[in-house]
T-cell receptor, first 112, second 111 residues
Framework: DAGITQSPRYKITETGRQVTLMCHQT?????MFWYRQDLGHGLRLIYY???????DKGEVPDGYVVSRSKTENFPLTLESATRSQTSVYFC???????????FGSGTRLTVV | TQLLEQSPQFLSIQEGENLTVYCNSS?????LQWYRQEPGEGPVLLVT???GGEVKKLKRLTFQFGDARKDSSLHITAAQPGDTGLYLC???????????WGAGTKLIIKP
């Protein structure tokens, strides 16, 4: 099915572990984004990518790593998870840097 | 710091009532988008407005972009329980090609 798919939907991990959140889109959109959504902060941009092999930092990149070897995939890795990274993570894609974005259903990550 | 303020933060009304939510900034926007987010899902794009003074309608939803392109409003006529959700606005800043997000208005429509 066409769309943008995130996996897993839910994840519980321990402090210090490495975690990778997956994002796959089928539209061949150039731009892909990772956001985190927290109460009181709204959506905050972690990393974005303008094309395969081109990535850049957003507002809150510390503790995260991304890669984009193929246009359709944009995984987000937490190198050593901390409790402050407990959040809901959304992947989005777009033909343009400034929207309209198509979002995935999100990954709810809990770090214990 | 560029901010996009949404008001009210929370609104709970009865089915059939009308409501308006606002998105305001001191920055000028090239365009402004409205999204609706339902619990457990990602935001879904409702509309993009690009011209000062522009009005767009989507069934019972009316979106307006301010003449100076610094603010926008969303008016819902005869609200229904299916309108329940978090409404987010996001503006493309005119001067530096950034997308700024508001914190959202949480809307609950009671049957």
């Amino acid at each position: 099915d066409a769309g943008i798919t995130q996996s897993p939907r839910y994840k519980i991990t321990e402090t210090g572990r490495q975690v990778t959140l997956m994002c796959h889109q089928t539209w061949s959109h150039s731009y892909m984004f990772w956001y985190r959504q927290d109460l009181g902060h709204g959506l905050r941009l972690i990393y974005y990518s303008a094309a395969a092999d081109i990535t850049d930092k957003g507002e809150v990149p510390d503790g995260y790593v991304v890669s984009r070897s193929k246009t359709e995939n944009f995984p987000l890795t937490l190198e050593s998870a901390t409790r402050s990274q407990t959040s809901v993570y959304f992947c989005a894609s777009s033909e343009s840097w400034v929207g309209g974005y198509t979002f995935g259903s999100g990954t709810r990550l809990t770090v214990v | 710091t560029q901010l996009l303020e949404q008001s009210p933060q929370f609104l709970s009304i009865q089915e059939g009532e009308n409501l308006t939510v606002y998105c305001n900034s001191s920055s000028v926007f090239s365009s402004l988008q409205w999204y609706r987010q339902e619990p457990g899902e990602g935001p879904v794009l409702l509309v993009t407005v690009v011209t000062g003074g522009e009005v767009k309608k989507l069934k019972r939803l009316t979106f307006q972009f301010g003449d100076a392109r610094k603010d926008s409003s969303l008016h819902i006529t005869a609200a229904q329980p299916g309108d329940t959700g978090l409404y987010l606005c996001a503006g493309e800043v005119d001067s530096n090609y950034q997308l700024i997000w508001g914190a959202g208005t949480k809307l609950i429509i009671k049957p």
